[in-house]
């Protein structure tokens, strides 16, 4: 018996529509899925417990050799609406952010955006554990990501998107996370499972439904503030903060 593929997966809602198809065509049979928050699954895929994952882009510069498989993504060519600065206070008013600890590509992406595109002198701080969140007042802020993002946007009076600002910057989208490998894995597999992402998008009102939590409009979230298919123009945006990153980590 073949040893099934390992596939790394955010536990987030935002997946939802990729994984849906991994879960029900008959690849299923030939992968095994694992659950994780997005840096933990960057560290997977770095020391092999995975063999395909949906990982933030930060850490591709991180691995000896990756592999972009398949043509999609977890992207936006807008407001993502999940990942987000928090704040009391208007952004040349914040002195500190606190980073949230799950993410690595929506950190870097604050960073940029502090330097080149809000040119803004902050403290920024490495968060360790989900009591950041109670720190977000007056000129102190933070970031949060996932479905805890989407929780808190009743919460705060100013809501700056990553994305959005990206997009207001550049002109370009962001894309979060691809799925990457480390080693070449076949054209067949990468078909089949490319069929799988499809099969989940073309079921986004069923999955909105089955995952509702009353906290932020799902349909609208899965179609319009995301947006999975790893086009020519979100690539171009994926590379300018690759390059981004290899300068800033050089």
Known sequence: MEQ????GIVSYLNTRPLIYGLQRL????EIELIEA?????AEKLKTGTIDLGLVPVAVIPQLPQYYINGNYCIGTVGDVASVALFSEQPIDQIKKIYLDYQSRSSVNLLKWLV???????????????????NYIKGDTAAVIIGDRAL???????YIYDLAGEWKIATGLPFVFAAWVSTQKLSEDF??????ANAYGLQHIDKIA??????????????SVNLSYELDEAKRKGMQKFLDYLKTANS
């Not at 330097?115 to 969140?133: F, R, T």
């Open 4 to 7: 099934k593929i390992r596939v």
């Open 26 to 29: 008959p690849i299923k049979d």
């Open 37 to 41: 928050y997005p840096a933990s699954l």
């Open 115 to 133: 330097k080149h595109h809000w040119k803004i002198q902050v403290e920024l701080v490495d968060a360790k554990d989900e009591s950041y969140i």
């Open 151 to 157: 929780a808190q946007r009743p919460n705060f009076k």
């Open 190 to 195: 990468i078909t089949k499972f490319d069929e």
């Open 209 to 222: 439904a089955e995952h509702e939590n009353g906290l932020y409009d799902l349909k609208k979230y899965f």
